[in-house]
């Protein structure tokens, strides 16, 4: 009986797969350091999100999402976001370039957590956010094409996307400048 047991839970063990391995594509350092050339942009500020922003964030984002203080660089009126959202079941990091025109001028993923849907890496991928603008504070106003097998991952990238754009529109309606 403790034989099968042990067989078992051997067996178990080993058809649950690897365990993610953390991916750096770009550390979050230099993805700003390439969207801001200037050493004096390379300090952050920081959003608190207010009792208005705050339900809007989770429209986008799920209730599920902490919308703690949010660090960005600004550079005129452009913008640099760093953010993370849960794929499947880890977090994946990118960065987004929001220009002053309040669309999105780049997309990158940083950090790559998930054992499944890495492909949303690729600029292929990403390079469908450029121009994107937000509609209604939630969705994108452009498609995004998904990739088969990377629906979680696509689905947090497009969240992500949404969020920087209204956390960018926050920034410029406060007139926040560094």
Not at 20 to 46: G, H, K, N, R, W
Not at 79 to 103: H, M
Not at 120 to 145: C, M, N, S, W, Y
């Amino acid at each position: 009986m403790r034989l099968a047991y042990g067989l078992f839970i051997l067996i178990f063990l080993c058809s649950a797969g690897p365990a993610p391995a953390e991916d750096v594509y770009q550390t979050p350092e230099a993805f700003i350091a390439e969207s801001f050339p200037a050493p004096s942009s390379m300090f952050s500020l920081v959003l608190k999100p207010d009792e208005t922003l705050i339900p809007k964030i989770s429209k986008i984002m799920g209730s599920h999402y902490k919308p703690g203080p949010f660090p960005y660089w600004k550079d005129g009126g452009r913008t640099v976001w760093i953010l993370e959202d849960i794929g499947k079941f880890e977090p994946i990091t990118a960065g987004f370039l929001v220009g002053s025109d309040g669309r999105l001028e780049r997309v990158k993923v940083l950090i790559y957590r998930e054992s499944h849907g890495w492909e949303v890496r690729h600029d292929f991928f990403t390079r469908q956010f450029e121009g994107a603008g937000l509609k209604r504070e939630r969705k994108l106003d452009q498609p995004i094409d998904g990739i088969s097998g990377a629906t979680l991952s696509v689905d947090a990238l497009k969240r992500m996307s949404a969020l920087a754009l209204l956390l960018h529109s926050a920034v410029v309606q406060d007139g926040s400048t560094p």
